[in-house]
């Protein structure tokens, strides 16, 4: 019996406690406003800048990726690979587009598709980030909402720069 029920994978339910103890910090209300407004804060500090580098477009890609986290949590390899008109559709075109973040089932981890249609405050992140700062990382033939190079960014990478935001911001 005791080699069966090593076998048997039995799923827990709920967080682990890594994960309870890394979301402690937002328990702090001033900390947790940061990260709710970290897009706002970061596009309104370029912005005043006047600030168009690459930098300041990594900056802003951030930015994106923080802003469409907390609109719809998504594992980190689906964000990276996210795609212009594949996973960002839009059902109207002008300013009262309402656009959808679209995981299909074959791309998830559970095989279950994902769509979260996007408010107003990330769709204008969005708009900003694609206007203004994605032209500056990206080929012109690139879909990707996070280009590097001729692909969309490593996986590794956006967590590695989303990490140190997040320490910025519980700072």
Not at 93 to 114: F, Q, Y
Request: glycine fraction near 4%; proline fraction near 4%.
């Amino acid at each position: 019996i005791q080699g069966i029920r090593g076998k048997v994978a039995c799923r827990t339910r709920g967080m682990t406690e890594k994960n309870r103890e890394r979301l402690r910090q937002f328990d702090d209300r001033q900390t947790l406003e940061r990260l709710l407004f970290y897009a706002d804060d970061v596009l309104a500090d370029l912005a005043k800048r006047r600030d168009r580098s690459r930098k300041a477009a990594l900056e802003a890609q951030v930015a994106v990726a923080v802003a469409l986290l907390i609109a719809a949590p998504i594992r980190l390899s689906n964000l990276a690979a996210l795609e212009l008109d594949v996973h960002l559709l839009r059902s109207r075109s002008g300013d009262d587009a309402v656009w959808h973040l679209v995981i299909p089932a074959h791309e998830t981890k559970n095989r279950e598709p994902h769509e979260v249609p996007l408010g107003q405050e990330v769709v204008r992140v969005l708009r900003i980030y694609l206007k203004d700062y994605r032209p500056l990382l990206a080929d012109p033939a690139s879909s990707f909402l996070f280009p590097s190079g001729k692909g969309h960014k490593a996986t590794n990478s956006l967590g590695t720069l989303l990490t140190l935001s997040l320490i910025h911001i519980s700072q």
